[in-house]
């Protein structure tokens, strides 16, 4: 088992891993920016190495500076969170180069699941349902055309290298399809340095479902069921839940099965989450891979009672796992606490916690490192809390959810709880009756008094 392990991440993700290293009994080294010196990873790590100044790039994103503080502090692994480097495959090479386990998918994998085309052609070998749309990355827009026409409209261009919504358009009509195809191919050139771009029919009315998946060294893998992400903004998820009320026990079934043959087809080794379309008819297709830890985790863990982090950890030291799939027991939904104003279109609220109370009580989990006091720095993603709660059935989950966000007070910023709030009382929400449009029609009632 590892002795010490680096984590190259910051905020609620990095906590989290912490925690499960104590209970494991191994030393945690925290890396933080100078914006982060006050954040509560740095204080609960047993080391922390300052990494640089608060720009990504010249800290969280900086190999070189992460690579130096595990050699001083003699880390043995190194275990990226999510985001960052957590996808990155030269950073895992690097580590490998160094002796240092990355506590991640190898940097073959990374590089095979990581680019999209690549991942679904492999899906494809593999048997996994997939959306119809371009074997590779489209050579130009002539390329582009003849396949639109040939598996009809609506169609979705896609950044190869694309994520979070960057370089995604959606195409109704002909006459619309080069205009997107050149602002796609822009935005992703400059997010993401590779303008390549493929194709997929649009499904319509979808929902976004993922399967969480774990395999070892041996190359066995299980699944650990669904998470229902369905309800996201400018493709950034808002809440997610275990099970999903969309879903059947065959569906289940067949959506498990078709992730473990996608894991154990690639010889997956670690935690990673396989991402499926699913349609108003129940067919499911093949979307990406992550092969990381999700933000959503905590409600996978709370419905079959699994710590994923020491999962990782073990299959990182060449524990086998068990091989069992597991299905939800209880029911747990998620929601994203943002430091954003829902009032006005979402806008970034960073500055200083004024007064913070967390609620608390039976099946409620929150997963944060602010406090009150705490300076929400305007360099990094605005997610600042998650709040989870777990009960027997949906309808408990939904009721304790309201009561717990009742009791979630943040003072001196603006936060997305009263979005929240407001769908857990939308009828569509509670029905379950939502797709990954939801948020196109939803509207916030104005602030009461």
């Not at 880390?75 to 985001?83: L, T």
């Not at 959606?170 to 205009?179: G, N, T, Y």
């Not at 939800?328 to 006005?344: F, V």
Request: net charge negative.
């Amino acid at each position: 088992m590892f002795k010490k392990i680096l984590i190259a991440n910051r905020g609620e993700i990095a906590l989290r891993v912490i925690r499960t290293c104590k209970e494991m009994g191994i030393k945690t080294v925290a890396v933080y920016s100078t914006a982060d010196a006050e954040s509560l990873h740095v204080r609960f790590a047993d080391e922390a190495v300052c990494i640089g100044p608060a720009p990504s790039n010249l800290s969280y994103l900086k190999i070189s500076n992460i690579i130096a503080a595990a050699e001083i502090t003699n880390a043995d692994a190194i275990h990226p969170g999510y985001g960052f480097l957590s996808e990155n495959a030269k950073f895992s090479k690097i580590c490998e180069e160094h002796d240092i386990k990355f506590i991640g998918a190898s940097p073959e994998m990374i590089s095979k699941m990581g680019d999209k085309a690549t991942a679904k052609a492999t899906m494809r070998a593999a048997g996994v349902p997939c959306v119809p749309g371009s074997e590779g990355i489209l050579k130009d827009y002539k390329e582009c055309l003849k396949l639109a026409k040939e598996i009809g409209f609506p169609v979705m261009l896609k950044a190869t290298a694309g994520g979070g919504g960057k370089g995604m358009r959606a195409v109704w009509k002909e006459e619309d399809l080069e205009p997107a195809w050149e602002s796609a191919r822009k935005e992703a050139e400059a997010s993401f340095g590779n303008d390549g771009m493929y194709m997929e029919k649009l499904i319509e009315e979808p929902r976004h479902i993922e399967i969480q998946i774990v395999g070892d060294s041996s190359g066995k893998a299980c699944h650990l069921s669904e998470r229902d992400c369905s309800v996201q903004r400018r493709h950034q998820k808002l809440t997610e839940e275990t099970p999903s009320p969309f879903m059947t026990d065959t569906l289940r079934k067949k959506m498990g099965e078709a992730a473990v043959k996608a894991a154990e087809f690639i010889k997956y080794e670690g935690a990673g989450t396989v991402e499926f379309l699913v349609d108003k008819h129940r067919n499911f297709y093949f979307m990406e891979m992550n092969t990381r830890i999700q933000v959503e985790h905590p409600i996978t863990e709370q419905v079959i009672d699994y710590d994923l982090i020491r999962e990782q950890i073990l299959v990182a030291a060449g524990v086998p796992i068990s091989g069992k799939n597991y299905f939800p027991q209880l029911h747990s939904i998620e929601c994203r606490i943002n430091a954003e104003d829902p009032y006005h279109n979402f806008r970034p609220s960073p500055g200083k916690i004024t007064n913070l109370h967390a609620p608390g009580g039976h099946g409620v989990r929150i997963d944060t490192h602010v406090y009150s006091g705490y300076i929400i720095p305007p360099n990094y993603d605005s997610m600042i809390a998650k709040l989870i709660t777990t009960a027997q059935t949906r309808e408990e989950a939904i009721n304790k959810m309201k009561r717990a966000l009742d009791e979630f007070v943040i003072e001196g910023i603006k936060t997305t709880i009263p979005f929240h709030r407001q769908l857990m009382d939308h009828p569509d929400y509670i029905e379950g009756n939502y797709t990954t449009k939801f948020m196109e029609d939803f509207k916030m009632k104005p602030m009461e008094e």
